[in-house]
């Protein structure tokens, strides 16, 4: 796998993870699974940072500090980015957040837009877009499509499970996004659904099932 495919491999995401593959997991605690999981990857997604000096005092004496020079945007793709949001903004409270609103078709699995708002400074921030599902890979690369037009160029992905095929289209579509996922499973099933995976994640983290 290239570098810019991060499989995250700490034992917290996998112990979280099979709480939110275990289909008699409830909501509450599959929502609770999914901001913690979405913790752990923030921390790594925002590893590279840019920090700047910045001078304080202690009460002891005055010093350096670091603080982020970077502002960052928090892009969810509706709706089941949304449950990844919260604790984006937990590690990064002054993001920004924009929202870009797709459904797969079920037939066609073709991403289909309704929405779409982006803060208008997107250009000059660290984007962070979230999806817990990168599955064919065809709502990540039509959202960052979206975002590339609003000229931004400093974009990561930041999902939950990946298979396989998608992170292969999205690193053909967008070599210059790096991803971040909290597993690789093994495969896509003929409806197009992560296998082992969670089923689908919008439905389980709002009870639309
Ligand atoms: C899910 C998921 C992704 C997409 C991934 O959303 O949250 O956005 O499928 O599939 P892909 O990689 O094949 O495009 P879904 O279309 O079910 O919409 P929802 O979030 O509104 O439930
Ligand atoms: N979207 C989901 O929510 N789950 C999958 O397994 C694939 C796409």
């Known amino acids: ?47 590279d940072l840019i920090l700047s000096d910045h001078e304080i005092e202690t009460p002891i004496t005055k010093t350096i500090g670091k603080t982020i020079e970077k502002q960052v945007a928090l892009i969810p793709i509706l709706r089941a980015g949304l449950g990844m949001v919260d604790a984006m903004m937990d590690l990064i409270p002054a993001a920004k957040i924009g929202h870009i609103g797709l459904y797969r078709n079920e037939e066609t699995l073709e991403p289909v837009e309704y929405y779409c708002k982006l803060p208008t ?14 599955a064919t890979g065809g709502s990540a690369v039509a959202a960052i499509n979206f975002i590339k037009k609003r000229n931004a160029n400093n974009i990561k992905f930041c999902c939950i499970i990946a298979a396989p095929e998608g992170i292969k289209v999205l690193r053909e579509a967008h070599p210059d996004v790096e991803i971040f996922c909290g597993a690789l499973d093994e495969k896509l099933n003929e409806h197009g659904y992560i296998v082992p995976g969670l089923g689908d994640a919008g439905d389980r983290l709002f009870g639309t099932l």
């Open 1 to 47: 796998m290239d570098k810019m495919v991060n499989i995250l491999t700490h034992p917290l995401i996998a112990h979280k993870l099979t709480i939110m593959r275990d289909k008699n997991t409830s909501v509450k605690d599959f929502r609770e699974c999914a901001h913690e999981v979405a913790l752990l990857i923030g921390y790594e997604a925002t590893k």
């Open 121 to 134: 400074d997107i250009a000059k921030r660290q984007v962070l877009v979230l999806d817990p599902m990168l």
